[in-house]
């Protein structure tokens, strides 16, 4: 895939160059782990968009809505807001959100590393003190309110990027009607196609959680 390649050259170029070197290493942690973002994201008010929108303001602000900004159509899709649950979720496996959006970063797999940016992030903002209290995440985060359990955040990430959870959620399934909804997703609803081994910690967690025995 070259967009891969592409953004992990960026990468190099910001992290190796200016970006890195205007902080002097006492700054918290979440704001030296974002000069990973710096290589194409702007983040004060009023600066350009780079390679990224500029991401002032990000937390609680509508997704795909910074002025001027050319969207990938992945992007444009996703709707609602950037809530601090949706950021960690979108930071920790980018690909996995919205499928095809042109972010080609692999994500903050830490989720203390993920919190600390977040936490950042929410500086980033003309109300601090509102968008700080909403973005303590990864304890905060439910995963949509599926049950825990192996499988959890992979379902998370395939399942919740075109519908509510709520329609995952409110089945009683077999495992064979679970193979073939998702079947389903990926030949007539456009899911991207899942590896195998994705596909079976998928259809384990959804039919414990949501087999037959569910109704
Ligand atoms: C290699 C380049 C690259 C890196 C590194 C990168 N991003 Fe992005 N990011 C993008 C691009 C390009 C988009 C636009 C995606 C689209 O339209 O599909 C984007 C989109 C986003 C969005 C959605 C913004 C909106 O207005 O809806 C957020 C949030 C975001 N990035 C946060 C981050 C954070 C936080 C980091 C650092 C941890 C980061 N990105 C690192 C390139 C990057
Ligand atoms: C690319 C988009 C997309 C993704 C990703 C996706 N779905 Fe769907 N799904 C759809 C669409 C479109 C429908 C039809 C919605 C409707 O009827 O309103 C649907 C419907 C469903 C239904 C309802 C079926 C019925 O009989 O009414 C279930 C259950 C479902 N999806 C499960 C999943 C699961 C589980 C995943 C994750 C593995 C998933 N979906 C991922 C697009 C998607």
Redesign the pocket.
């Known amino acids: 895939m070259r967009p891969v390649l592409i953004g992990v050259s960026l990468l190099f170029v910001g992290v190796t160059g200016n970006a890195q070197s205007q902080l002097s290493g006492s700054e918290p942690l979440g704001q030296q782990l974002a000069q990973v973002c710096v290589a194409c994201h702007s983040l004060q008010a009023g600066e350009p968009h780079k390679l990224g929108p500029n991401l002032w303001n990000i937390v609680g602000r509508p997704v795909a809505s910074a002025e001027g900004y050319a969207y990938s159509p992945a992007m444009q899709k996703l709707g609602g807001d950037w809530t601090a649950v949706r950021l960690d979720h979108y930071l920790r496996d980018p690909a996995a959100m919205a499928?095809g959006n042109r972010m080609t970063f692999n994500g903050i797999k830490d989720d203390a590393q993920r919190a600390a940016v977040l936490a950042y992030l929410a500086t980033l903002s003309d109300n601090p003190t509102q968008t700080t209290t909403t973005a303590t995440p990864t304890t905060a985060f439910d995963f949509g309110g599926l049950p825990p359990g192996a499988g959890q955040a992979?379902?998370f990430a395939?399942?919740?990027?075109?519908?509510s959870l709520m329609?995952?959620k409110?089945?009683g399934?077999s495992r064979e009607r679970?193979t073939q909804?998702?079947e389903?997703?990926v030949e007539?609803?456009?899911?991207?196609e899942?590896s195998p081994q994705r596909f079976e910690i998928?259809l384990d967690y959804?039919s414990e959680h949501?087999g037959e025995s569910a109704r």
Not at 158 to 163: D, G, P
Not at 188 to 192: N, T, Y
């Open positions: 499928p992979e379902v395939s399942c919740s990027a075109c519908h329609l995952v409110q089945q399934l679970w909804t998702l389903w997703m007539e609803q456009g899911m991207d899942l998928i959804l949501f």
